[in-house]
C-alpha cells in the first residue's frame, strides 16, 4: 500500500489533545459499531488500592509533601562535604559515598509509599539557590539514592560519543534551537499531556519556576483504569491489544508492536497490577518529529482510547505545588503526569532536572512486553558504570527527541560534571 494511501487512512488526531473531536468519535463509535462489553480474560473489573485515587479526595487520604527539616539539611551539607572529600566523578555518588544515617529511614518510608501507597511524592526545600549548578546535582542524586538507588540511561550519546546520560533537563529551548529540531514537548513552553516516560520511578528537580503557568499534574493511572472497565471494558480490550508505536531515533526498527496495557495477576509475593504506559507523540508525533507516514495508521478505536486516556486522566488528575528546590518522585508504573503550558520572563526560566530511578529491593514486577524498554534504561547500569555517567549542566535535546535536522554529532553539547 502507498504511504499516501496509509495516511489518508490515519484517524484525525494530534498531539494536542482536542475535546469536541474526542466527543464526536466517541458518539459516532457508540452508534455505528458493535463494541465488545466484557474485559479481556482475567483483567479485574475495578483495582482496589491506595493507588486508586483522584483529585477529589486524596487530599484528605495522603500528605504528598515531606519539607526537609533543618536537621535533614544540615545532614545534607555534611554529606555533600563528604562525598567532594572523595574525589570521585558524580556517578559514584550512592547511599555510602552520600551518608544520611538520619534521614535514610524517612527516605525509605518515602520509596515504600511510591511503590506501595499512594504512587508519589513531593520533598520540598533542597537548597538550590546556596549551590552551584554542580553541587546541588550531587546534593539531588544523592538524596534520590536513598530512594532508589539505580540510576537509568537516558541518552546513550553525547557530544557525539557513546555514553550513559543519566540526566536531562527539562527547559524551554526554542529560543536557542530551530523548531525542525525539537522533537519533544520537554524543550518547549507547551502544554504537556498526560502520558509516562521510561522506567520505575521519574524524579524532576525544580532549579526554577516559570514566570506564568507551568504547574505539574500527576493522575492515578488505576483511576483511569477503574472507569474505563465500568463504562467502555471495550477501550481496556484495545489498548490491551498491540499498537504500532514509533521509535525514534532508529531507522532500522521505525516502530514496534507493542500494548498501552499490561495486566499482571498477582503472585504469593505481589498483589495483582495494572501498566499503562504510553506517550502520546510516539502516535502522533510532535514538532520535528511527525509521525513516519510509512508506519500503520491508528484505528479510529485507537485513536479514542488515546484521547480517553488523557481527559479521564485530565478529570481526576491533580495539580502540584512544585516550588524551586522541590523534587517530586512518581512511580512511572502507576501514574499519568502532565504540565501546563508556561510563560518564561529573563529572570525566571523554568528548569527542571530529571532522573529514572529504580528501588531494586520495592521494584515491580515488569511485564515480558516491557522488557527490552526497560533494558534500554536500566541494563548495565550498576556500580561498574560510574566512570562512564555524563552528567550534563545544561540543557540539550536528547538523541531520541531530536527533529529532521539532526546535529551531527548526534548528541549534546557543553559542560558535563567531571
Known sequence: MAISDLASRAPDINYKPDYEKYQARVERRLASEQLNSTLPIGFPQKLESDLVWDSTDIG??????????????????????????????????NQETFPLPLLHAKLREISNEIHNGFGFKVVRGLPVHKHTREDILIIYAGLASHIAPVRGRQDNKYDGKLADVVLNHIKDLTATH?????GAPAYTADKQ?????????????????????????????????????????????????????????????????????HYTPSTPSSPER???????????????????????????????????LHFIAEKHGLGLDFKKGDVQFVNNLSIFH????????PEKQRHLVRL????????????????????????????????????????????????????KKGGGKGCVIQ
Open 193 to 261: 499531556v498526560f502520558h509516562t516516560d521510561s522506567g520505575d520511578i521519574i524524579a524532576l528537580l525544580c532549579l526554577e519556576e516559570a514566570a506564568q503557568g507551568g504547574q505539574s499534574k500527576v493522575s492515578s493511572s488505576w483511576r483511569v483504569y477503574n472507569e474505563l472497565a465500568e463504562t467502555r471494558p471495550d477501550l481496556i480490550r484495545t489498548l490491551a491489544e498491540p499498537w504500532p508505536t514509533e521509535i525514534f531515533g532508529d531507522p532500522n526498527h521505525k516502530f514496534v508492536d507493542r500494548a498501552l496495557l
Open 178 to 182: 530551530n523548531a525542525s529540531k525539537i
Open 274 to 308: 495494572i501498566i499503562i504506559q504510553y506517550a502520546r507523540r510516539t502516535f502522533t508525533g510532535f514538532l520535528g518529529l511527525p509521525r513516519d507516514p510509512s508506519i500503520p495508521a491508528l484505528s479510529e478505536a485507537q485513536a479514542e482510547a488515546l484521547d480517553a
Open 356 to 407: 529514572w530511578l529504580r528501588d531494586p529491593e520495592l521494584a515491580w514486577r515488569i511485564p515480558e512486553t516491557l522488557r527490552g524498554r526497560w533494558d534500554k534504561v536500566y541494563e548495565g547500569m550498576g556500580e561498574g558504570r560510574a566512570e562512564s555517567q555524563v552528567w550534563p549542566l545544561d540543557a540539550y535535546i536528547r538523541s531520541a527527541s531530536l527533529g529532521a535536522e539532526k546535529e
Open 338 to 345: 502532565a504540565r501546563d503550558g508556561f510563560a518564561n520572563s
Open 60 to 93: 484528605a487520604r495522603y500528605d504528598w509533601t515531606y519539607p526537609l527539616t533543618t536537621t535533614d539539611l544540615e545532614e545534607i551539607e555534611s554529606a555533600l562535604q563528604h562525598f567532594k572529600s572523595l574525589g570521585k566523578p558524580p556517578g559514584y555518588v
